[in-house]
C-alpha cells in the first residue's frame, strides 16, 4: 500500500513525507541499475541518515500525541468534576498548613482534608492529602465497596442532615387560672406601703331598733370600728433564659416565659388570698375564718344519695348562716377535685341530681377561673388552693383585694452575671394587699367541713 494511500490518521509528518520521498529516489536509482560502486556506496549512507531521521521524527511525533492524549482525558475529567460540585474555597479560611508538610503535629488537620472535600480545594488536595498521612506513617482505608449508601433512615445513614418538624405552639402544662380573686372588689393602682381598712366591730351591727313612747328616754347605744392595717407585698419570680434559645426559637421562648409568669402570679394571688397565714404575707380567708367557731359548720353526715347528706345541703346551711347575719352570698368555693366527686352526687328518690340539660337544681360545670351557674344562683368556683374536704360561701364582694402599680415583667441581660453568661432574664413583680378580717367579723362569709361522702 503506497503512502498516499493510508488513511488521514495515519498520514506521517511533513519531515517524515519529505525523508521517505528521498529514499524513493534512492530506491528508484537502484532498481534502474544506473549506479557504480561509489554511486552505491553513497545511496548506503543516505538510506542510514534518512532511516535515523526518520526514527528520531517517529519518536517526537509519538510523545506529541501521547501529550495530545493525556490533554483531552484531562479536560474530559475536569469538566466532569465541574459538573459534579463547585471547588470549595474553605482552604482560604484560618492559616491552613502548607502543603506538602508532614509534621505530626499536622496529622488532624491533614486528616480532615483528606475525609472531607468541605475542607479542602478539591479532589486533587484530598488525594495529596492521604499521601501525606502515608508519609506520617498513617494510611487511608477507604469505603468497602460492599457498604451501604446514605440513605437517610438513621443518624449514622445521614438521617440528621433532615430535623424534625416542629409544631407551631408549644404544649403549655396545665395550670389552673385565677379562681378567687375575682369574686373579691379589686382595687387596682394603690400608691404606699399599706391600706388601713376600718370596719364596724361585733355581730351586733344587725340589732334592731327599739320602740320609744312618746317623751320618753330613747335607747342610746354604741357602735365600734376597729381597723386591720392590709400590707402591700411583693410577689415576684424571675425566669433566665438562653439568649441563643431566644434568637432561635423565632419568639416561642419569650412567650412561654411571659405566660409562665402570668400564671404563676393568678394562682400566688388566689393562693395567699385563701391561705395567707398574715406573717410576711397578706391575711387569707381560711385563716380569718379558722377551723372552728363561729364562722365554720362541721357537715355531721355527708353522702352522696341523701338529702340531708348532700353537699348542696351543706351549701345552703352556710349561705344560711350568712344571711341569717344580714349578707347577701353570691358565691361557693371549694376545691376542684371535690367539685368534681360533689355535682355528681345525688339520687332522683332524694331531690337533687345531675342533669346535663339544666334539670334538677339547674347548676352546670365551669372551668377553675370561669363562673358558673351554681345551685340556687350561686356561682360555683373550685381551685387547687382550696383545701379538700372544704368550702366556703360568702358574699365575696364585701372583701377587698388590693393591687399596687400592676404586674410587670422587667428585661435584662446585663444585671448580674447574665451578660458574662449570654443570658436574658425576665422578673415578674406586683404588689398585693388582701385582709380578710374586716369581711369575715362582720359575718359575711362561712366555712363548712367534712363535706365529702
Known amino acids: 500500500m503506497a503512502i498516499n494511500d493510508l488513511p488521514p490518521e495515519m498520514q506521517p509528518s511533513d519531515d517524515i513525507a519529505a525523508l521517505l520521498g528521498r529514499a524513493g529516489e534512492l530506491k528508484a536509482q537502484l532498481e ?13 549512507e543516505n538510506l542510514g541518515k534518512i532511516s535515523a531521521d526518520i526514527n528520531e521524527l517517529q519518536e517526537a511525533e509519538n510523545e506529541r500525541t501521547a501529550q495530545a492524549e493525556q490533554k483531552a482525558i484531562l479536560d474530559e475529567l475536569k469538566g466532569v468534576l465541574a459538573q459534579t ?32 472535600s468541605r475542607l479542602s480545594s478539591g479532589p486533587e488536595e484530598m ?68 391600706v388601713d381598712v376600718p370596719f364596724e366591730d361585733g355581730l351586733s351591727v344587725f340589732s334592731r331598733a327599739t320602740i320609744a313612747a312618746a317623751g320618753a328616754l330613747k335607747e342610746n347605744s354604741n ?29 416561642a421562648a419569650e412567650q412561654l416565659v411571659r405566660s409562665s409568669l402570668a400564671r404563676a402570679f393568678a394562682q400566688g394571688e388566689d393562693y395567699y388570698a385563701l391561705q395567707g397565714t398574715g406573717s410576711s404575707q ?58 368534681w366527686t360533689n355535682i355528681a352526687s345525688g339520687a332522683d328518690a332524694a331531690g337533687f341530681y345531675v342533669d346535663p340539660n339544666g334539670g334538677g337544681m339547674s347548676f352546670s360545670g365551669s372551668p377553675t377561673g370561669t363562673t358558673g351557674a351554681g345551685p340556687w344562683g350561686l356561682a360555683l368556683r373550685h381551685t387547687p388552693n382550696m383545701p379538700s374536704d372544704s368550702a366556703v360561701v360568702g358574699e365575696f364582694k364585701r372583701a377587698l383585694f388590693f393591687r399596687g402599680q400592676g404586674y410587670r ?45
Request: proline residues 5%.
Open 409 to 453: 415583667v422587667d428585661v435584662s441581660s446585663e444585671a448580674g452575671t447574665r451578660w458574662d453568661y449570654n443570658l436574658t432574664g425576665f422578673r415578674g413583680e406586683e404588689e398585693i394587699a388582701f385582709d380578710a378580717r374586716p369581711a369575715v367579723y362582720t359575718g359575711y362569709f362561712q366555712r363548712v367541713t367534712n363535706i365529702l361522702p
Open 127 to 194: 488525594i495529596e492529602a492521604k499521601a501525606r498521612l502515608a508519609d506520617m506513617g498513617s494510611y487511608w482505608n477507604d469505603v468497602p465497596s460492599e457498604s451501604k449508601a446514605t440513605v437517610g433512615d438513621s443518624d449514622g445513614a445521614g438521617g440528621y442532615l433532615v430535623p424534625h418538624p416542629v409544631v407551631q405552639d408549644i404544649t403549655i402544662q396545665a395550670t389552673p387560672g385565677r379562681a378567687v380573686v375575682d369574686l373579691f372588689t379589686v382595687v387596682s393602682g394603690v400608691r404606699g406601703a399599706a
Open 223 to 251: 357602735f365600734i370600728v376597729n381597723n386591720y392595717t392590709a400590707t402591700l407585698y411583693t410577689l415576684a419570680r424571675i425566669f433566665d433564659v438562653g439568649n441563643q434559645l431566644l434568637r432561635q426559637s423565632e419568639g
Open 85 to 116: 460540585r463547585t471547588p470549595s474555597r474553605a482552604h482560604l479560611i484560618g492559616n491552613p498548613a502548607p502543603k506538602g508538610e508532614s509534621k505530626a503535629d499536622n496529622f488532624f488537620a491533614t486528616l480532615a482534608r483528606a475525609r472531607s
Open 282 to 339: 397578706p391575711f387569707g380567708l381560711l385563716t380569718a375564718l379558722g377551723t372552728s367557731g363561729t364562722y365554720v359548720t362541721t357537715f355531721s353526715s355527708p353522702s352522696a344519695s341523701t338529702i340531708a347528706g348532700n353537699w348542696a345541703t351543706a351549701a345552703a346551711k352556710m349561705a344560711g348562716a350568712v344571711a341569717n347575719r344580714g349578707g347577701q352570698p353570691d358565691a361557693i368555693v371549694m376545691n376542684s377535685g371535690d367539685y
Open 32 to 44: 534502474a541499475n544506473q549506479l557504480d560502486r561509489e554511486g552505491l556506496a553513497e545511496v548506503r
